[in-house]
């Protein structure tokens, strides 16, 4: 079972435009990854974020986590049409696997 | 730079055809792993393996089979294709331990 839900299922932003997409999950957690995805190839890790931490940055990427509302937010700044891809949060559970959710597709035009 | 790598990036096969994935990672990486991804059902895990010769069933283990002879392969198995296992096939690994996973490029499955 889905682990992490992300809001919206997708997004349609500018050039230049910020982006921001949530996750909520169900259960306790020791830290939230993002993923992304480009059309048609494999995962690359982008952040993680440690249940003791309620913000945390990477170059133009932002994730905030609220763990008593068992949530998580990714903004992506600035965005270019490089970042066209789809975003996945994932949770690792007591066995040590990471469960995805079902990811929002963003769109970023020139 | 780690590297995991699909042998096939598309592939087709007729129902009741044995099918065969093969993953390959380059960094002695403990776990490997092998997802299906569908439309609107995000990454669900089918199969993962801690160690040479260990296998362990994820969530969705039935139809598949799964093999780890040598450390730095693992390979899936379709004993008996069907047509609800189209789908993109993504193999992960990592280090025992560790909480990011590396993926490959995926293989992309039709059944016919």
């Known amino acids: 079972s889905q682990q992490g839900e992300e809001d919206p299922q997708a997004l349609s932003i500018q050039e230049g435009e910020n982006a921001t997409m949530n996750c909520s999950y169900k259960?306790?957690?020791?830290?939230l990854q993002w993923y992304r995805q480009n059309s048609g190839r494999g995962l690359v890790h982008l952040i993680l974020i440690r249940s003791n931490e309620r913000e945390k940055h990477s170059g133009r990427l932002r994730v905030t986590l609220d763990t008593s509302k068992k949530s998580s937010s990714l903004l992506i700044t600035a965005s270019r049409a490089a970042d066209t891809a789809s975003y996945f949060c994932?949770?690792?559970?007591?066995?040590?696997?990471?469960?995805f959710g079902a990811g929002t597709q963003v769109v970023v035009t020139p | 730079d780690v590297k995991v790598t699909q042998s096939s990036r598309y592939l087709v096969k007729r129902t009741g055809e044995k099918v065969f994935l093969e993953c390959v990672q380059d960094m002695d990486h403990e776990n490997m792993f092998w997802y299906r991804q569908d439309p609107g059902l995000g990454l669900r895990l089918i199969y993962f393996?801690?160690?040479?010769?260990?296998?362990e069933k994820g969530d969705i283990p039935e139809g598949y089979s799964v093999s780890r002879e040598k450390k730095e392969r693992f390979s899936l198995i379709l004993e008996s294709a069907s047509t609800n296992q189209t789908s993109m096939y993504l193999c992960?690994?990592?280090?025992?331990?560790?909480?990011?996973?590396?993926f490959g490029p995926g293989t992309r499955l039709l059944v016919l």
């Open positions: 992960a690994s990592r280090t025992g331990g560790a909480e990011t996973q590396y």
């Open positions: 259960t306790s957690i020791n830290n």
């Open positions: 393996s801690y160690d040479v010769k260990m296998k």
């Open positions: 994932a949770t690792i559970d007591s066995w040590g696997k990471l469960q």
